[in-house]
Protein backbone atom coordinates (compact mmCIF):
# COMPACT_ATOMS: atom_id res chain seq x y z
CA UNK A 1 0.00 0.00 0.00
CA UNK A 2 1.32 3.24 -0.91
CA UNK A 3 2.17 6.19 1.48
CA UNK A 4 -0.59 8.85 1.77
CA UNK A 5 0.65 12.32 2.86
CA UNK A 6 -3.06 12.96 3.71
CA UNK A 7 -2.65 10.85 6.91
CA UNK A 8 0.53 12.82 7.65
CA UNK A 9 0.29 15.02 10.71
CA UNK A 10 0.67 18.68 8.94
CA UNK A 11 2.90 21.32 9.79
CA UNK A 12 0.02 24.02 11.69
CA UNK A 13 -0.70 20.98 13.66
CA UNK A 14 2.63 21.44 15.40
CA UNK A 15 3.21 17.55 15.51
CA UNK A 16 5.58 15.97 18.18
CA UNK A 17 9.08 15.78 16.90
CA UNK A 18 8.96 11.71 17.47
CA UNK A 19 5.57 12.35 14.82
CA UNK A 20 7.37 14.10 12.55
CA UNK A 21 10.17 11.55 11.85
CA UNK A 22 8.55 8.59 11.49
CA UNK A 23 6.43 10.43 9.11
CA UNK A 24 9.52 11.26 7.12
CA UNK A 25 10.95 7.76 7.27
CA UNK A 26 8.04 6.18 5.77
CA UNK A 27 8.75 8.46 2.97
CA UNK A 28 11.86 7.06 1.87
CA UNK A 29 11.92 5.84 -1.14
CA UNK A 30 13.04 2.47 -1.87
CA UNK A 31 14.39 1.14 -5.32
CA UNK A 32 12.22 -0.65 -6.68
CA UNK A 33 12.78 -4.71 -8.19
CA UNK A 34 13.12 -4.33 -11.38
CA UNK A 35 10.86 -7.28 -13.04
CA UNK A 36 10.73 -7.20 -16.71
CA UNK A 37 7.78 -9.68 -16.60
CA UNK A 38 5.46 -6.64 -15.79
CA UNK A 39 2.95 -5.74 -18.35
CA UNK A 40 3.75 -2.14 -19.46
CA UNK A 41 0.57 -1.35 -19.30
CA UNK A 42 0.60 -1.72 -15.73
CA UNK A 43 4.09 0.58 -15.43
CA UNK A 44 2.15 3.21 -17.22
CA UNK A 45 -0.84 3.34 -14.91
CA UNK A 46 1.36 3.26 -11.87
CA UNK A 47 3.35 6.18 -13.14
CA UNK A 48 -0.23 7.89 -13.86
CA UNK A 49 -1.32 7.02 -10.71
CA UNK A 50 1.43 8.17 -8.64
CA UNK A 51 1.97 12.06 -10.17
CA UNK A 52 -0.80 13.39 -8.28
CA UNK A 53 0.87 11.42 -4.82
CA UNK A 54 4.49 12.86 -6.18
CA UNK A 55 2.76 16.45 -5.96
CA UNK A 56 1.56 16.34 -2.84
CA UNK A 57 4.73 14.68 -1.12
CA UNK A 58 6.57 17.19 -2.36
CA UNK A 59 4.62 19.90 -0.93
CA UNK A 60 4.43 18.28 2.14
CA UNK A 61 8.18 17.75 2.56
CA UNK A 62 8.59 21.45 1.77
CA UNK A 63 6.48 22.62 4.18
CA UNK A 64 8.11 21.27 6.66
CA UNK A 65 11.82 22.40 5.10
CA UNK A 66 10.23 25.68 4.91
CA UNK A 67 9.06 26.01 8.33
CA UNK A 68 10.59 27.33 11.27
CA UNK A 69 9.44 24.42 13.76
CA UNK A 70 9.09 27.37 16.54
CA UNK A 71 6.87 24.42 18.67
CA UNK A 72 9.85 21.97 18.66
CA UNK A 73 12.54 22.83 21.46
CA UNK A 74 15.68 21.09 20.42
CA UNK A 75 17.40 23.02 18.11
CA UNK A 76 19.39 19.20 16.97
CA UNK A 77 16.01 18.11 16.87
CA UNK A 78 14.77 20.31 13.98
CA UNK A 79 18.15 19.66 12.23
CA UNK A 80 17.52 16.17 11.95
CA UNK A 81 13.64 16.98 10.63
CA UNK A 82 14.83 19.71 8.19
CA UNK A 83 17.46 16.90 6.99
CA UNK A 84 15.51 14.06 7.01
CA UNK A 85 12.77 16.02 5.01
CA UNK A 86 15.58 17.25 2.34
CA UNK A 87 16.89 13.81 1.82
CA UNK A 88 13.21 12.63 0.94
CA UNK A 89 13.06 15.45 -1.82
CA UNK A 90 16.46 14.59 -2.99
CA UNK A 91 15.61 10.87 -3.39
CA UNK A 92 12.58 12.32 -5.87
CA UNK A 93 14.59 14.46 -7.99
CA UNK A 94 16.58 11.50 -10.27
CA UNK A 95 19.26 9.14 -9.31
CA UNK A 96 21.88 11.88 -9.25
CA UNK A 97 19.89 13.42 -6.61
CA UNK A 98 20.22 10.57 -4.41
CA UNK A 99 22.60 9.44 -1.85
CA UNK A 100 23.69 5.77 -1.77
CA UNK A 101 20.98 2.94 -2.93
CA UNK A 102 20.47 -0.77 -2.72
CA UNK A 103 19.19 -2.61 -5.90
CA UNK A 104 17.52 -6.18 -5.68
CA UNK A 105 18.01 -7.81 -9.44
CA UNK A 106 15.96 -11.09 -10.02
CA UNK A 107 17.61 -14.28 -12.29
CA UNK A 108 16.10 -17.05 -13.82
CA UNK A 109 18.47 -20.30 -13.64
CA UNK A 110 17.92 -22.31 -16.71
CA UNK A 111 20.03 -25.25 -14.73
CA UNK A 112 19.61 -24.64 -10.98
CA UNK A 113 17.36 -22.26 -9.00
CA UNK A 114 16.31 -18.84 -9.55
CA UNK A 115 18.82 -16.19 -7.48
CA UNK A 116 18.57 -12.39 -6.58
CA UNK A 117 21.73 -10.31 -6.94
CA UNK A 118 22.22 -7.21 -4.63
CA UNK A 119 24.06 -4.14 -5.65
CA UNK A 120 24.85 -1.00 -4.04
CA UNK A 121 25.57 1.90 -5.85
CA UNK A 122 27.41 4.86 -3.91
CA UNK A 123 26.49 8.66 -4.69
CA UNK A 124 26.94 9.71 -8.16
CA UNK A 125 29.74 12.74 -7.65
CA UNK A 126 30.49 14.48 -11.02
CA UNK A 127 30.64 12.16 -14.01
CA UNK A 128 31.42 8.79 -12.20
CA UNK A 129 29.35 6.69 -14.06
CA UNK A 130 30.90 3.23 -12.93
CA UNK A 131 29.08 3.77 -9.76
CA UNK A 132 25.27 3.18 -11.09
CA UNK A 133 24.12 0.07 -12.37
CA UNK A 134 22.69 0.68 -15.96
CA UNK A 135 19.62 -0.84 -17.05
CA UNK A 136 21.27 -2.54 -19.85
CA UNK A 137 23.32 -4.42 -17.80
CA UNK A 138 20.48 -6.28 -16.72
CA UNK A 139 18.93 -6.89 -19.79
CA UNK A 140 22.65 -8.51 -21.12
CA UNK A 141 23.02 -9.88 -18.09
CA UNK A 142 19.36 -12.00 -18.65
CA UNK A 143 20.56 -13.38 -22.01
CA UNK A 144 23.65 -14.90 -20.54
CA UNK A 145 22.23 -18.60 -20.72
CA UNK A 146 21.21 -18.07 -24.26
CA UNK A 147 25.20 -16.81 -25.03
CA UNK A 148 26.64 -19.70 -23.01
CA UNK A 149 24.26 -22.58 -25.36
CA UNK A 150 24.31 -20.61 -28.78
CA UNK A 151 28.41 -18.25 -28.76
CA UNK A 152 29.61 -20.06 -26.23
CA UNK A 153 28.71 -23.89 -26.19
CA UNK A 154 32.24 -24.92 -27.01
CA UNK A 155 33.70 -23.48 -23.96
CA UNK A 156 30.15 -23.54 -21.65
CA UNK A 157 28.39 -26.59 -22.52
CA UNK A 158 27.73 -29.87 -20.80
CA UNK A 159 30.52 -31.42 -23.57
CA UNK A 160 33.60 -29.34 -22.59
CA UNK A 161 36.26 -31.74 -21.45
CA UNK A 162 38.91 -28.79 -20.82
CA UNK A 163 40.53 -27.16 -17.83
CA UNK A 164 37.39 -24.47 -16.09
CA UNK A 165 37.29 -22.05 -18.69
CA UNK A 166 37.98 -18.60 -16.79
CA UNK A 167 36.30 -15.02 -17.49
CA UNK A 168 37.64 -11.82 -17.89
CA UNK A 169 35.17 -8.58 -17.30
CA UNK A 170 36.32 -4.98 -18.67
CA UNK A 171 34.40 -2.07 -17.14
CA UNK A 172 32.40 -4.09 -14.51
CA UNK A 173 31.13 -0.97 -12.91
CA UNK A 174 28.86 -2.01 -9.82
CA UNK A 175 29.97 -5.76 -10.93
CA UNK A 176 26.15 -6.83 -12.11
CA UNK A 177 26.75 -8.46 -15.43
CA UNK A 178 30.00 -10.03 -14.43
CA UNK A 179 28.93 -11.46 -10.82
CA UNK A 180 25.55 -12.89 -13.01
CA UNK A 181 28.03 -14.26 -15.66
CA UNK A 182 29.80 -16.57 -13.14
CA UNK A 183 26.59 -17.70 -11.17
CA UNK A 184 24.73 -18.24 -14.50
CA UNK A 185 27.88 -19.88 -16.36
CA UNK A 186 28.90 -21.57 -13.14
CA UNK A 187 32.65 -20.61 -13.87
CA UNK A 188 35.46 -18.08 -12.56
CA UNK A 189 35.31 -14.42 -13.35
CA UNK A 190 37.53 -11.54 -12.57
CA UNK A 191 36.00 -8.53 -12.16
CA UNK A 192 37.72 -5.01 -13.21
CA UNK A 193 37.42 -1.53 -13.69
CA UNK A 194 39.43 1.39 -12.46
CA UNK A 195 41.64 1.98 -9.34
CA UNK A 196 38.19 4.13 -8.44
CA UNK A 197 35.78 2.08 -9.20
CA UNK A 198 37.16 -1.12 -7.74
CA UNK A 199 35.79 -0.36 -3.90
CA UNK A 200 32.63 -0.39 -4.49
CA UNK A 201 32.88 -3.05 -7.24
CA UNK A 202 34.50 -5.38 -4.31
CA UNK A 203 31.87 -4.51 -1.58
CA UNK A 204 29.40 -6.03 -3.99
CA UNK A 205 30.98 -8.78 -4.87
CA UNK A 206 31.74 -9.89 -1.70
CA UNK A 207 28.12 -9.26 -0.43
CA UNK A 208 26.84 -11.46 -3.08
CA UNK A 209 29.70 -14.47 -2.99
CA UNK A 210 28.24 -16.34 -0.97
CA UNK A 211 25.21 -16.57 -3.33
CA UNK A 212 27.39 -17.02 -6.52
CA UNK A 213 29.64 -20.14 -5.06
CA UNK A 214 26.71 -22.26 -4.19
CA UNK A 215 25.40 -21.95 -7.72
CA UNK A 216 28.98 -23.01 -8.73
CA UNK A 217 31.05 -19.78 -9.87
CA UNK A 218 33.80 -18.08 -8.35
CA UNK A 219 34.66 -13.86 -8.48
CA UNK A 220 37.39 -11.92 -8.03
CA UNK A 221 38.29 -8.22 -8.57
CA UNK A 222 41.26 -5.96 -9.70
CA UNK A 223 41.62 -2.81 -10.54
CA UNK A 224 42.47 -2.42 -14.37
CA UNK A 225 42.79 0.36 -16.70
CA UNK A 226 41.97 -0.64 -20.52
CA UNK A 227 44.89 1.03 -22.37
CA UNK A 228 46.45 2.23 -19.87
CA UNK A 229 49.91 1.16 -18.68
CA UNK A 230 51.77 -1.65 -17.19
CA UNK A 231 52.25 0.08 -14.06
CA UNK A 232 48.61 1.04 -13.27
CA UNK A 233 47.40 -2.73 -13.28
CA UNK A 234 47.86 -5.29 -10.72
CA UNK A 235 50.15 -7.66 -11.04
CA UNK A 236 47.77 -10.84 -11.65
CA UNK A 237 47.11 -9.45 -15.21
CA UNK A 238 50.47 -9.61 -16.00
CA UNK A 239 50.10 -14.09 -17.33
CA UNK A 240 49.22 -13.27 -20.72
CA UNK A 241 46.30 -16.35 -22.31
CA UNK A 242 44.84 -16.91 -18.86
CA UNK A 243 41.83 -16.24 -19.99
CA UNK A 244 39.56 -17.83 -22.16
CA UNK A 245 36.71 -15.15 -22.10
CA UNK A 246 37.05 -11.83 -21.51
CA UNK A 247 33.58 -9.52 -21.56
CA UNK A 248 32.74 -5.99 -22.43
CA UNK A 249 29.57 -3.96 -22.19
CA UNK A 250 28.96 -0.69 -24.26
CA UNK A 251 25.99 0.54 -23.90
CA UNK A 252 23.10 -1.39 -25.09
CA UNK A 253 25.51 -4.26 -26.63
CA UNK A 254 28.07 -7.14 -25.35
CA UNK A 255 31.16 -7.39 -26.88
CA UNK A 256 32.82 -11.24 -26.68
CA UNK A 257 36.06 -12.62 -27.10
CA UNK A 258 36.90 -16.34 -26.23
CA UNK A 259 39.37 -18.72 -27.19
Known sequence: MSVSVADFPQVWEKPPFTELLRCLKELHVHPPVWNPATPRRDIVEDYHNSAQSRCEVAAYLSSIIRSKLEWIEGDDEKEI???????????????????????RW???????????????EPPIVGDCLGLKTWGSSYVLARSLDEIALKCLSHLLGSDHNGPPVKVLELGSGTGLLGMAAAALWKTSVVLTDLPDIVPNLAFNVE????????????????????GGTWEDDSERFFEKNQFQVSIKKSGPSLSLLSS
Open 207 to 226: SNRPTIESLGGSVETGALTW
Open 81 to 103: LWEEASRRLSERCGRAGMGEITR
Open 106 to 120: PFENRTGPSFELIVR
